[in-house]
Structure formats: structure tokens, C-alpha cells
């Protein structure tokens, strides 16, 4: 019973930080079980069938407060669905240390780049919407990436599209969010055909769904009256904190190793962020940066 109290709150707490930045359920809600023994398969199903519930009532709030461009949920979802359901189907006899550095390697450079783009003291400019072309493979890619390490999905796409600056990062965010109902749908699907129902911890299940539940207007709200340059910031940085995490992982680092680079990136991160809320204060009209947009 504890331990279902405690899966709860991992789930609200993931859920306000995946709600409002675009992406870390899957992530805190993985790292919580596999440390607990669980098997990663077992993890990402369980964690796929929460986001059954967290994702419908995230989007839903996304949608009532403007945040969604449904033209990119549109594109994103069906490919995102293909790609979890092929990502689950395979993940009960895939070995991941390969890929995963690689992705994570990856993620840490679009992270950097997203959060200097958000630091520039010009002001931001936003569009066209991105293309299908673009996004087509990235919900491929996405939503495998997604059912294979329990979390991935918010990472890839939100740290691309606010990469490629064709949406301002509330619609990024309330865009990825809604679309991953899709993609939790296929990845629980395809955990169905893998394990089975009787391979799916519905304990967990239950608790992680009431946490997310809980916190998905909450953290809708919150990106609504957050000023874009603090949301990009601080989306930016949490992308190169928990990739740079996944990697110190991955090399067998020694845990004061792991902690001292957490609390430089972390330190950094708030730094950037602090900035970002400067930036966002009112300019005198005479400066010309008031009147350059980010790209020009």
C-alpha cells in the first residue's frame, strides 16, 4: 500500500512537470520502477497505461485553454501510435544499451540548442506551423523511442519543434501532450500483444493514472500564463539534465561523480532560467532589441 501512495505522487509530480514543459512522466515514471526491480518492459507497459488516462484529461485541458495547434497533433499522433506499437512489440527482447547513449547524446545537443535559442535577449518570433515531412518521422521516431524506454516522447518532440521554432513552446507543449494519448494507446497495445495482461503491474497502473490525473489541469494552467522564453528555457534544461543523468548512467559513473554533475547542470538551470524571467521584464521602446525578432 505504501508503495502504491508513493507511485501516486511520483505521478502527480510527473505529470505537473511533463504537463507544463512537455515531457518527464515517462522519464521519473521509468527510473521509479526499474530502481524498484521491475522489469523494464513490465515498467514501460505500466507506464503506457496510465498515460491512457494523464493524456486524456492533459489534453482535454490543454484544448480548453488554447494551448493545441491540432493541425500538428493531427500529423504527430498516427505515426507516434505506429512507432509505440512497433517500439512495445519489440522492447520485451530488445537490449537498449546501444541506443539509448546515442539518442541521449542527441537529446543533450537539441536541449542546448533550444535553451540558448530562448536565452537570446531579441525578442521571439514564431512560424510557418512545421511541415508533415518534419513531422511525420519525428512521431515515428518519437513514439518508438517512447514505448522502448518508458519515456521519450516528450524529450524528442518537444525539444525539436521548439528546436525548429515554427510554434511558440505553450503550443508545443499542449500539442505534444495531446497527440501522446495516441501514442500511449499504441504502446499499450502493443505491450498487450508482447506480455500479455497478466505481464502488467495494474496496481501501478491505478496509482500512476490518479497522480497524473490530478496534476494534468494543473500543470495546462500553468503553461497558459507562463511567458514563452521562461517555458523554453526551462524545457531546455530539463532535457539536458535528465539526458546528461541517462548518460552518467550508462558509463557506470560513481554516484559523487553523478551528483556533482547534477547539481552543476542543475545550478545552470536555474541560472538560465533566472535570466529568461529577466529578459521577460519590460523594455525601454528605444532598444533595438525590443524590435528584433529571434532569426531575423
Known amino acids: 500500500m505504501r508503495r502504491l501512495v508513493l507511485l501516486a505522487l511520483v505521478g502527480l509530480v510527473a505529470q505537473l512537470v ?19 526491480g ?16 494523464t493524456t486524456l484529461v ?45 539518442v541521449a547524446a542527441l537529446l543533450i545537443g537539441l536541449g542546448a540548442f533550444v535553451t540558448f535559442r530562448f536565452l537570446s535577449p531579441r525578442a521571439l518570433r514564431f512560424g510557418p506551423r512545421p511541415r508533415a515531412r518534419f513531422l511525420a518521422p519525428l512521431g515515428l521516431f518519437a513514439g518508438g523511442l517512447d514505448a522502448v524506454g518508458g519515456g521519450g516522447w516528450g524529450p524528442v518532440g518537444t525539444s525539436s519543434l521548439l528546436a525548429s521554432g515554427r510554434l511558440e513552446p505553450r503550443k508545443v507543449v499542449g500539442s505534444v501532450d495531446t497527440a501522446e494519448f495516441v501514442v500511449a494507446a499504441g504502446g499499450s497495445l502493443g505491450f498487450l500483444v508482447g506480455l500479455g495482461a497478466h505481464g502488467i503491474e495494474w496496481g501501478y497502473v491505478l496509482a500512476l493514472m490518479l497522480g497524473g490525473v490530478l496534476a494534468a489541469p494543473v500543470a ?77
Not at 521491475?38 to 488516462?53: K, N
Request: hydrophobic share 55%.
Open 220 to 296: 495546462a494552467l500553468l503553461v497558459r500564463h507562463l511567458p514563452a522564453r521562461v517555458l523554453g528555457v526551462a524545457a531546455g534544461g530539463l532535457i539536458v539534465l535528465t539526458n546528461l543523468q541517462t548518460l552518467a548512467d550508462r558509463a557506470d559513473a560513481t554516484a559523487t561523480t553523478e551528483g556533482l554533475l547534477a547539481a552543476v547542470v542543475f545550478t545552470l538551470w536555474v541560472l538560465w532560467t533566472s535570466w529568461a524571467v529577466k529578459l521577460e521584464q519590460p523594455r525601454d521602446p528605444a532598444d533595438p532589441r525590443a524590435a528584433t525578432p529571434v532569426g531575423a
Open 18 to 36: 511533463d504537463g507544463s514543459l512537455g515531457m518527464g512522466y515517462g522519464v521519473t515514471s521509468a527510473t521509479l520502477l526499474v530502481s524498484a
Open 38 to 53: 521491475i522489469a523494464p518492459a513490465a515498467a514501460s507497459a505500466a507506464i503506457h497505461f496510465s498515460e491512457l488516462g
Open 58 to 102: 492533459s489534453g482535454l485541458a490543454h484544448h480548453t485553454l488554447g494551448n493545441t495547434d491540432w493541425r500538428t497533433v493531427r500529423v504527430l499522433a498516427l505515426p507516434g501510435f505506429v512507432g509505440a506499437f512497433a517500439g512495445a512489440t519489440v522492447l520485451v527482447n530488445l537490449d537498449a544499451d546501444v541506443a539509448v547513449p546515442v
